[in-house]
């Protein structure tokens, strides 16, 4: 059982980040990462099977910062927005000023139209580095939705 | 007072080449007629890898185009497709998306088929101390067996045919040969991952839109950018008879200038933009030759890509008029360097559901279904580039149509229409 302080710290972490997706500002989210941090976005046939393919993969919080300009310059897609909702949150021990953490996650995708649909269900394996600013090291996003409605735009 | 109606393109007039009427990718009983006259008619049919099914009793489920099939292998070590539907009632034979049996056993009344097709058990065949069972009824085991379709493994892709008289994979493929055996030139080849999407849009727009040169530079402004694709790049696209094609388009300038040419593409992909990862552009040696981008459509199911260091099949599966499934498997060599296989699985954000340069095809595919509907024979226009149609010679330009009309007059002459 992990110290509450603790998971209420990464709770928080991660509630920012859902938040700063939420309300579309996408560029608050590389600065949630470490510099040397690595996302990935995997479906959970390849993560059972041990296939190494993600959706994303960013190697560094420059990476995560490319996905964001692309998005915003480059990519071509039907306006929406996203609704995370996170729970089941759990950490480990702490070591060393880091701290493994799991949740479980749903997110929910709206059209200009006022449509919404499920776009991805999954969970999150996270490292988070403590400290007086606290950031994730590395976050594994495992999604079992792995035939995606239409596309995938925004991380998640 | 109605407004006066467009000219109508429905029916299709004979030998219009210029335009393609929307009724095409919106009207059901068309995609019925397409059930019978293009999947299980004569064409081939990707199923899968044979690398997906390494050993005796491996399988993998999918379909061709509503039926639904088995990909699997035998002890002796051929690879089988069959359709996977039991001989006693219809039953999935096998519902799971892939595995590794022995014997094939449909779970509702336990007909056992070996990975072959061939039925091995019947329980209480003889009856039940001498009443009921097959006794006195004429029951042939070998006509019981699943329905193994004919059959052709090109270096590792395994395509499927429902009938006898369709033409050799070599011939089918014509043109397309060449380039599709640089990529599956026979090495063995190592599944990296999946990725899927169901794509609300009829399956022939994917077909157009891998054909389409045109939009390359015009939609993706990320390869634009980074050129990977330019309009004004040299390139070519190729239509067959069968329907299969494909599309490559060549690096600027002499070998000597490739490295700078890179260097450039790296550092801009918008004025002003730098990206600041440029490893994911990073191409590392991999195939000898000129090309940037290379396309292979094998008609009706399949599409092949190799964009820089990403190597993939694209596996069109139709679900119903308005939608289909696109399943990537994305892929390397057995002996690639741990270097090159890291670049293949980096350059995956180029590629699928949330590729850099392959969402926004996605996204045309899904407004043009929605801006079709509603048609009453309003149809596509189709010119650019002339209204010819050309098998067998490449058209040397990428501002053309030529390849997509060609595509129309492969499926209007398979469908009767
Ligand atoms: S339906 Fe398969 S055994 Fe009866
Ligand atoms: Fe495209």
């Known amino acids: 059982m992990g110290d509450p302080t603790i998971r209420c710290t990464v709770e928080d972490l991660l509630y920012r980040y859902a938040e700063a997706l939420d309300d579309g500002e996408l560029e608050r989210w590389p600065a949630m990462f470490l510099e040397s941090g690595q996302y990935r976005l995997i479906p959970r046939e390849n993560h059972q099977r041990g296939l190494p393919v993600s959706l994303i993969l960013c190697t560094s919080r420059a990476m995560m910062e490319d996905r964001v300009v692309a998005i915003r310059k480059a990519c071509v897609y039907t306006p929406h927005v996203c609704r995370h909702l996170h729970t089941n949150v759990r950490v480990g021990e702490v070591e060393a000023g880091h701290v493994e953490t799991r949740a479980n996650y749903a997110v929910y995708r709206t059209t200009e139209d006022g449509e919404t649909v499920l776009l991805s269900v999954g969970h999150v394996e996270a490292r988070v580095a403590l400290g007086p600013e606290p950031r994730f090291e590395r976050m594994d996003v495992v999604y079992e939705t792995f035939r995606i409605p239409g596309l995938l735009v925004y991380p998640i | ?417």
């Not at chain 2, 044979?50 to 099939?69: K, L, Q, Y």
């Not at chain 2, 990909?71 to 595995?99: F, M, P, T």
């Not at chain 2, 011939?171 to 990529?183: A, C």
């Open chain 2, 1 to 417: 007072m109605p407004t006066p109606s467009a000219e109508s393109f429905w029916p299709w007039p004979e030998g219009d080449t210029a335009h393609v009427p929307y009724r095409v990718f919106t009207d059901p009983e068309l995609f019925q007629r397409e059930q019978e006259r293009i999947f299980q008619g004569p064409t081939w049919s990707y199923v899968g890898l044979e690398a997906e099914v390494p050993e005796e009793g491996c399988f993998r489920t999918t379909h061709i185009g509503d039926v639904p099939v088995i990909l699997s292998r035998s002890k002796d070590g051929q690879v089988h497709v069959l359709i996977n539907r039991c001989s006693h009632r219809g039953a999935l034979v096998l519902h799971e998306a892939c595995g590794q049996h022995k014997r094939f056993n449909c779970v509702y009344h336990q007909w056992g088929y070996d990975p072959d097709g061939t039925l091995r058990a019947v329980p209480f065949k003889n009856g039940v101390e001498g009443h009921g069972g097959y006794c006195g009824v004429d029951m042939d085991m070998k006509a019981l067996s699943l329905r193994r379709l004919r059959v052709e493994v090109l270096n590792g892709l395994v395509f499927a045919s429902f009938r006898e008289d369709t033409p050799p994979l070599r011939e089918y493929l014509g043109g397309v040969w060449p380039q599709l055996t640089r990529v599956f030139d026979g090495r063995k080849l190592q599944v990296l991952g999946y990725l899927r999407q169901r794509v609300r849009a009829n399956w022939k727009l994917y077909f157009e839109n891998v054909k389409d040169p045109y939009h390359a530079g015009l939609l993706h402004l990320f390869v634009a950018t980074f050129g990977l694709f330019r309009s004004t790049q040299r390139g070519e696209t190729l239509a067959e008879p069968s329907g299969c094609g494909h599309l490559v388009s060549y690096k600027g300038g002499a070998e000597e200038h490739r490295e700078e040419y890179e260097q450039q593409g790296i550092t801009t992909y918008q004025k002003g933009y730098r990206l600041r990862a440029p490893e994911l552009m990073r191409k590392l040696p991999d195939f000898r030759d000129d090309i940037a981008v290379s396309i292979q459509t094998i008609f009706p199911s399949l599409v092949i890509h190799r964009i820089s260091n990403s190597i993939a099949t694209r596996h069109v599966l139709p679900r119903d008029v308005n939608d289909f499934d696109l399943i990537w498997t994305l892929l390397g060599y057995a002996d690639d360097t741990v270097e090159l296989r890291n670049q293949r699985i980096l350059q995956a954000n180029l590629v699928g559901p949330s590729g850099y340069i392959s969402l926004e095809d996605v996204e045309a595919l899904e407004i043009v279904q929605r801006g079709i509907q509603g048609e009453r024979g309003d149809a596509a226009f189709v010119a650019l580039g002339g209204t010819q149609v050309q098998y067998g010679e490449p058209e040397r330009d990428l501002a053309n149509e030529t390849a997509i009309r060609g595509f129309w007059k492969t499926w209007r002459t398979l469908m009767g229409v």
